[in-house]
């Protein structure tokens, strides 16, 4: 069973760009979560989408926004770059939201504002 | 707003020793907490603890939930160079989020 697969592994943009990422969740998984990891402030959670919708969002502007196509894959976009977006964007996916089962992730992109 | 600590940022240990990585947490409506492994990319899910499932193991790695101190440890005992990474604790809170609330994470270094 292939797992959460993530494109592109690198991405190098400079500021004021928009840098789109993508998501395939692992097959019949209909969640998939975004998350941060900046240097020295671990895993925040962005962005949970299930079924097309977004169901949840945490403590992020605007700017980073995303959207689930029928297949559940996930593209998440982050318009106007800013340096501090410099990071590991890791995407998960979870078979069945909601009862607690363990999300699993894909390998990331690191993006890289210059 | 929920809040998950660990501790120690860091421990460098010599191959064989026995080590303890701490969580604590602070959440509304917990429903689980997990661990998680992280090398170079992908965090690798390593136990789930619940109130019905408090203690897991797994080969040299176990993990205690304790809900009354509101924290969990996780012990690696007989330590190996590839239990070198960064060792992830999260929790699961109800309320509709279903996103988990990461600690920062302890980076563990394992010498020959």
């Known amino acids: 069973e292939a797992g959460v697969t993530q494109s592109p592994t690198h991405l190098i943009k400079t500021r004021g760009q928009q840098a789109t990422l993508r998501c395939s969740p692992i097959s019949g998984h209909t969640s998939v979560y975004w998350y941060q990891q900046a240097l020295g402030l671990g895993l925040q959670f962005l962005l949970w989408y299930d079924e097309g919708e977004e169901r949840n969002r945490g403590n992020f502007p605007p700017r980073f926004s995303g959207r689930q196509f029928p297949n559940y894959s996930s593209e998440l976009n982050v318009n106007a770059l800013e340096l501090e977006d410099s990071a590991l964007y890791l995407c998960?996916?979870?078979?069945?939201?909601?009862?607690?089962?363990?999300?699993?992730f894909g390998d990331g992109t690191r993006l890289s504002i210059l | 707003e929920d809040k998950v600590v660990q501790s120690p940022l860091s421990l460098v240990v010599h191959e064989g020793d026995t080590v303890t990585l701490n969580c604590s947490y602070e959440?509304?409506?917990?429903?689980?907490l997990l661990w998680y492994k992280q090398e170079k990319k992908a965090p690798t899910f390593l136990f789930m603890l619940t109130s019905s499932g408090i203690e897991k193991k797994s080969g040299r790695l176990s993990s205690i939930l304790d809900k009354k101190e509101l924290s969990s440890i996780l012990n690696i005992t007989a330590t190996q160079t590839g239990d070198s990474a960064i060792y992830l604790c999260a929790v699961h809170s109800g309320g509709g989020a279903d996103g988990l609330t990461f600690g920062k994470g302890t980076h563990l270094i394992i010498q020959p």
């Open positions: 959440v509304t409506n917990f429903r689980s």
């Open positions: 998960a996916s979870n078979p069945d939201p909601g009862r607690g089962q363990p999300q699993h």
